[in-house]
């Protein structure tokens, strides 16, 4: 099956600073990757639709000066986040969704970041 | 907006009882997902339903999408402990790409 990885699993940063988490589709050609944030045991925000060669789509709310996504190729978005804060701690997890195949989306580990 | 509303939020049952979630949407759906998470993971694909009133078994797992494609179920026979976890249902807008998440159900299973 079609295997996202994400890296880094978890991060743990200092106020202020910016992290970079990294999105991969492995075996498979990603078109459109999403970034949604999690927090504990509540449902999916979106918070961003990254197509490759594009800028990416924010939802409502989401600070698109904070969350910075590149989405450089086929296989690869990025998601930074700029001058953290810990309100800006939360479990982030990355989806791919496979060129012009279908509208399933293959899931990467997330990411947990703390900032302190 | 679209809104695609997911029930319940809990469910604790006894190993071997049934259990079902729905998901309603507000609008009518291109397509359906379900994902299951288990407890500190991340969502994992189980099915996609495209057809009207279309109906998909995964072993002791039942999926259903309604006729007018605005409702799902997902029923799981005879749980077991392993069952365990959220599950979310995903609605693919007509005409569109986006999807939206149901607020997910957590399944606790007794042994």
Redesign the interface.
């Known amino acids: 099956g079609a295997v996202v990885s994400q890296h880094p699993s978890r991060v743990i940063c200092k106020s202020g600073t910016s992290v970079k988490i990294e999105c991969r589709s492995l075996d498979f050609q990603a078109t459109t990757m999403f970034w949604y944030r999690q927090f504990p045991k509540q449902s999916l925000m979106l918070m961003a639709t990254s197509n490759e060669g594009s800028k990416a789509t924010y939802e409502q709310g989401v600070e698109k000066d904070k969350f910075l996504i590149n989405h450089a190729s086929l296989t690869l978005s990025t998601l930074t986040v700029t001058s953290a804060h810990p309100e800006d701690s939360s479990f982030y997890i990355c989806s791919a969704r496979e060129q012009e195949v279908s509208d399933t989306q293959y899931f990467g580990p997330g990411t947990r970041l703390t900032v302190l | 907006g679209q809104q695609v509303m997911q029930i319940p939020q809990y469910q604790h049952v006894q190993e071997g009882e049934d259990f079902t979630t729905y998901c309603n949407s507000s609008t009518t759906l291109?397509?359906i997902?379900w994902?299951k998470q288990r407890p500190g993971?991340?969502?994992?694909?189980l099915i996609?339903l495209v057809k009207s009133g279309e109906v998909k078994k995964q072993k002791r797992l039942t999926f259903q999408f309604g006729e007018a494609k605005k409702n799902s179920s997902l029923h799981i026979t005879a749980t077991q402990t392993t069952d365990v976890g959220t599950y979310?249902c995903?609605g693919?807008g007509a005409g569109g790409?986006?999807?939206?998440?149901?607020?997910?159900t957590?399944l606790f299973v007794k042994a």
């Open positions: 291109s397509n997902q994902y993971g991340h969502p994992v694909f996609q979310f995903a693919g790409f986006k999807t939206i998440f149901g607020a997910g957590r």
